[in-house]
């Protein structure tokens, strides 16, 4: 028989539900997107995210369990993203998957949002250990070594600003519409990388990243050609800061799949869209026989439910159950994640 | 017909099964604590008490503010997710009625508030005609001393209902004098067995629809409205 497990993520500004079956195949996949009304703030303001969750949520289960063409009754497992996030986001999807496991007296399985990013992947293609995943987005810069289902060793972090951050503030230097990362890699495809901004590499054989020196370069270099009566080409300037960006990220992912002897490299989350970012990737791994390079599909690579409910399959296979005092947990961390599923085994 | 009611509005947390317009099982938590980690255990609770089964529930009773934002999405997403999935009606009563279900006093007027912070009160103006609470003025987000300066001008006895009383204590006596009435401890906390029996009467909602009564706006968007005008 079919598994089918019903995924929720709520803990930005999306409002998603997805099914799955058998931990690979998506039946449903329905995200409502807030983009639209943060936009006239320049960013995702926290309240108006739950509130709108709190309107969106059984719009978007309805719509899921229609695509879907199944029941609450042919649900294995309520998987929901229980960090990290916005608490007062989170805090909906986490009740409301509570709802319905406690209607139908269903498990319930709480997911690591960062988990779902990588687990997007294996929606298309299965996984092979050890693996690499580059997890780059709005709130994430990491370098995570995989050995197994279900196990997550953080090799290397941002120090400061997530990648996706730092393409936030300096789109806002160069007063682009938010959201401002993808414009960015779209100028960047029309201008040239004539600008040297510094590369943080950090101390040799380090896998951390740091990036908010690169944003005060550009903010910096903008200034003071603005105060010489210079300017630069905005596509210029885009080029040469997703130049700086890309290559610190395709080098130590690179450096770190080698040391590990990775048989996948997995790109995810919302950066993995940039095209920047594919493309530099393609050329470093293209010599790799050994070593597959696997980025999602561009409409999962942004926040869904499907990716959590990937990852909510394998945790809830290997035994992980949560309890109905499930809370939000705002800055949960995937190594204790990770060490919590294995406990629970 | 079995009803489960849910407030996690303010302070306080409540659950309740109630069958056939009888409470039969009620639960509250006057804790500060986090209402998601204490709302689904304490309806699994109320629920075993009182031997109901989820799919014999005829209807969900949830309040829906105005209070915590948190907290009123809390109780929400839960009251919501519930009615959807098990098809049955939802009905959302407002926090501050259902507090001032606790004074069935007549000839009086009925003031429950919450503390809003910076001198500010969510109330409403209540008062119980032939044994029913009614609604005199509606639920707001106000400064208590202006609200106290309303109150006045009914120049009739204001009963007071709220777990804030201490705060606003001494301005509420000095403003209404001896038309202010404060009554016994217990009176002060919203019963979520009355939210149940309450909810038979009540319009259904639509679940889609059904949102919280905040009452006030995000502070983002009325800077934002603020600069629209300023822009004209
Ligand atoms: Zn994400």
């Not at chain 2, 529930?57 to 934002?69: C, E, Q, W």
């Not at chain 2, 319009?203 to 009452?215: A, G, Q, R, S």
């Not at chain 2, 934002?224 to 822009?231: D, F, H, R, S, V």
Request: charged residues 25%; negative net charge.
């Amino acid at each position: 028989m079919s598994e089918y497990i019903l995924g929720i993520e709520t803990s930005c500004d999306e409002t998603a539900a997805a099914i799955i079956k058998d931990g690979r195949e998506i039946v449903a996949n329905v995200v409502a997107s807030q983009i639209e009304s943060h936009k006239r703030f320049g960013g995702v303001v926290p309240e108006i995210a739950s509130r709108h969750h709190v309107e969106q949520i059984t719009i978007v289960l309805e719509e899921t369990f229609k695509q879907a063409n199944v029941t609450m009754t042919d649900i294995d497992a309520v998987t929901v993203t229980e960090g990290p996030g916005l608490v007062g986001a989170l805090l909906v999807g986490v009740n409301a998957a509570k709802g319905l496991a406690y209607a139908h007296q269903k498990p319930l399985v709480g997911v690591h949002h960062i988990a779902g990013h990588i687990y997007a992947n294996r929606l298309e293609k299965e996984f092979e250990f050890p693996l690499l995943a580059l997890v780059v987005s709005g709130g994430h810069t990491e370098l995570i070594l995989m050995k197994d289902h279900g196990e997550f060793e953080i090799i290397g972090e941002t120090r400061d600003d997530a990648a996706g951050e730092a393409y936030d503030k300096v789109a806002r230097t160069l007063e682009l519409p938010y959201p401002g990362g993808p414009k960015i890699d779209q100028l960047a495809h029309a201008g040239e990388a004539n600008i040297d901004f510094p590369r943080a590499w950090l101390e040799e054989d380090s896998f951390d990243f740091s990036f908010s020196g690169l944003k005060s370069a550009v903010i910096n270099t903008l200034h003071n050609a603005k105060q010489k009566g210079e300017t630069f080409k905005q596509e210029d300037v885009a080029a040469s800061f997703q130049a700086s960006v890309v290559e610190v990220l395709t080098e130590k992912t690179f450096q770190a799949a080698k040391q590990y002897g990775v048989k996948q490299v997995i790109v995810a989350g919302g950066v993995a869209a940039n095209k920047g970012l594919r493309t530099a990737m393609q050329d470093k791994f293209q010599q790799e026989k050994e070593m597959e390079l696997l980025f999602p599909p561009l409409s999962l690579c942004t926040d869904n439910a499907a990716m959590i409910a990937a990852a909510g399959s394998i945790a809830y296979n290997q035994g992980h159950r949560s309890g109905w005092d499930l809370n939000a947990n705002p800055s949960l961390s995937l190594e204790r994640y990770a060490r919590r599923s294995a406990l629970e085994r | 017909m079995n009803v489960l009611a849910i407030d996690t509005s303010n302070q306080l947390l409540g659950v309740a099964v109630s069958k056939d317009g009888e409470i039969k099982a009620e639960y509250t938590a006057n804790m500060k604590r986090n209402h998601s980690v204490g709302l689904m255990p304490a309806i699994d609770y109320v629920m075993q008490q009182t031997e109901t089964k989820s799919d014999q529930l005829d209807m969900i009773a949830v309040a829906k503010g105005p209070g915590s934002y948190t907290g009123v999405r809390i109780g929400l997403s839960t009251a919501k997710t519930m009615a959807w999935t098990l098809n049955i009606p939802i009905v959302a009563i407002s926090s501050l009625e259902l507090l001032a279900q606790n004074a069935h006093v007549q000839n009086i007027l009925i003031s429950p508030f919450f503390d809003a912070r910076r001198g500010l009160v969510y109330t409403g103006l209540y008062e119980c005609v032939d044994g029913q609470i009614q609604v005199k003025q509606e639920d707001q987000n106000i400064v208590m001393e202006q609200w106290l300066d309303e109150l006045k001008k009914y120049e009739q006895p204001v009963l007071f209902l709220s777990q804030d009383i201490v705060l606003h204590e001494e301005v509420i006596k000095e403003r209404l004098g001896e038309f202010a009435i404060f009554p016994s401890l217990i009176d002060h906390l919203p019963r979520p067995g009355q939210l149940a029996l309450m909810a038979e009467a009540y319009d259904k909602e639509n679940v889609h629809e059904l949102t919280p009564n905040y009452i006030r706006l995000v502070e983002a968007e009325v800077k934002w409205l603020k600069e629209q005008e300023k822009n004209g």
